[in-house]
């Protein structure tokens, strides 16, 4: 009788909850030996199948058939034409980005990377950017660009500031050089090149064409007169000739 009653309510049962409630007292009765050991395994084999039944039956709410998260799918990421980008990423390899000794451990697609990682850090004091903004100005992909700067950590060339939020999207990670030797090599581009890196250092200004040569004065001095000007400077001057014998005198008027 009590088995019958067990199996009737094991195949009504609607929720999860009942089939715990039931297993508990089918377990109850077996210790009071008021089922055998037979029909407690069957009742537990019924309880298994009706258990799967029921969570194959659970849809999840708010979350779409075949999801397993809340968050819109990720676009891949594609250039519009290949060769615009292959063209980009040699050009900002072949750019100097870094040290040659440095340089020579990575392939061009993480220079082209890491000449965005440094143009960022030359202008910002940090990079900001997004992987995938990084990987779209490199001219690679997102996952070829977040290689390549765990690669750069890896060396030890630079630091990863992780800013994770719980509960809601996190904020890009923060990348920041570390390596004086890439550093060094980022301020020799000038003060334009890495305002940042620079700060408050500061140097004259030179003007290769300057016109306060003190040598030009003095020439543009004795030549701003016209040329009637000079020609009556000399008439009013005393006219000097040499005479045979080495000496000078004055000319005969």
Request: aromatic fraction near 2%.
């Amino acid at each position: 009788m009590f088995h019958a009653t067990m199996r009737s309510a094991i195949e009504g049962a609607r929720t999860l909850a009942q089939l715990d409630d039931l297993s508990r007292t089918i377990w109850q009765a077996h210790a009071a030996e008021t089922v055998t050991d037979a029909e407690a395994q069957g009742l537990a084999e019924a309880l298994h199948t009706r258990r799967s039944a029921i969570r194959e039956a659970v849809v999840p709410v708010g979350i779409p058939l075949g999801r397993v998260t809340l968050f819109p799918p990720r676009r891949l990421q594609r250039a519009p034409e290949r060769s615009v980008a292959i063209e980009r990423r040699r050009r900002l390899a072949c750019s100097g980005p870094m040290p040659p000794a440095l340089a020579s451990r990575f392939t061009t697609g993480q220079l082209a990377v890491l000449r965005i990682v440094g143009d960022e850090m030359a202008r910002n004091g940090a990079c900001g950017l997004c992987i995938d903004a990084i990987a779209a100005r490199a001219g690679v992909c997102r996952r070829l660009a977040q290689a390549a700067i765990r690669l750069a950590e890896g060396d030890g060339l630079l630091t990863i500031q992780e800013r994770r939020h719980q509960g809601r999207k996190s904020d890009p990670n923060v990348v920041r050089i570390i390596s004086r030797e890439w550093l060094q090599w980022l301020r020799r581009g000038g003060r334009s090149a890495a305002p940042a890196l620079l700060g408050s250092i500061g140097c004259k200004t030179v003007h290769p064409t300057d016109r306060g040569d003190p040598q030009r004065q003095v020439v543009d001095t004795g030549l701003s007169k016209g040329c009637r000007g000079a020609a009556g400077d000399l008439d009013r001057g005393d006219p000097v000739r040499i005479r045979a014998g080495g000496g000078a005198g004055r000319a005969m008027r």
